[in-house]
């Protein structure tokens, strides 16, 4: 069964720490993986995308690594916001096929 | 470049009455447009997904004749919910992509509240 799970479901951090969320998928054939940050009442903005090559990409504070072989990702931000608040979401492609997404980690960020 | 509107962003409708949402790709070519909800603290789900001038393919479960999509152009699509009742109430996202393996482009979102 194609699933992606997300790790942890929620997560506080305090301003100007780093944070790593998980990602397993066990979705076949693998396309690519994407991340992406959801504010509350708004739609998913893309942060990285990575094909089965790609171990690490970088967007500015947040880099996502993949491990196609044990079909994990992860994403790390680094020196936190409060506007990073939001939810992150794993989604992963099959191809010309409906994606398949996680169901998010909800970051908070205090100060 | 590569923008997805929907208008509009939020609606309040009494049950009973049908209300339609609009996703427009600002700035290229949608072959496909994919409609979305999402409950509180929940994945999107996949409702339907719609090729320009042909009907729209819907997920098991999704009902076609409540949920009516029409993409009658590369830059629009509709999405009216007929008859709509309190469990309708959610948040609609469409995307949008140019072809085939190209990514999608997810628009902001319309909260749906049926009174």
């Known amino acids: 069964k194609n699933q992606v799970e997300q790790s942890p479901q929620s997560l506080i951090i305090l301003e100007g720490k780093n944070c790593t969320l998980q990602?397993?998928?066990?979705?076949?054939?693998?396309?690519?993986l994407r991340w992406y940050k959801q504010d509350t009442g708004r739609g998913p903005v893309s942060l990285t995308i990575?094909?089965?090559?790609?171990n690490t990409k970088s967007n500015g504070r947040y880099t996502a690594t993949l491990d196609a072989d044990t079909k994990q990702s992860s994403l790390h931000i680094t020196a936190s916001q409060l506007s990073d608040s939001a939810s992150y979401i794993c989604?992963?492609?099959?191809?010309?096929?409906?994606?398949?997404f996680g169901k998010g980690t909800r970051l908070s960020v205090i100060a | 470049g590569a923008v997805v509107s929907q208008h509009p962003s939020w609606v309040i409708c009494k049950s009973g009455t049908s209300v339609k949402i609009e996703c427009r790709s600002l700035?290229?070519?949608?072959?496909?447009m994919f409609w979305y909800r999402q409950f509180p603290k929940q994945s999107l789900m996949l409702m339907a997904t719609?090729?320009?001038?042909?009907?729209?393919?819907?997920e098991q479960g999704v009902e076609k004749d409540k949920f009516l999509i029409n993409h009658a152009s590369l830059t629009l699509s509709t999405l009216t919910v007929t008859s709509a009742h309190p469990e309708d109430s959610s948040f609609y996202i469409c995307?949008?992509?140019?072809?085939?393996?190209?990514?999608?482009?997810f628009g902001p979102g319309t909260r749906l509240t049926v009174l």
């Open positions: 719609s090729n320009e001038g042909s009907k729209a393919t819907y």
């Open positions: 990575m094909t089965f090559s790609e």
């Open positions: 989604v992963v492609s099959k191809g010309n096929t409906p994606l398949v």
């Open positions: 700035d290229f070519q949608a072959t496909t």
């Open positions: 990602c397993n998928y066990t979705v076949s054939p693998f396309s690519n």
């Open positions: 995307s949008a992509r140019t072809s085939g393996y190209s990514e999608q482009f």
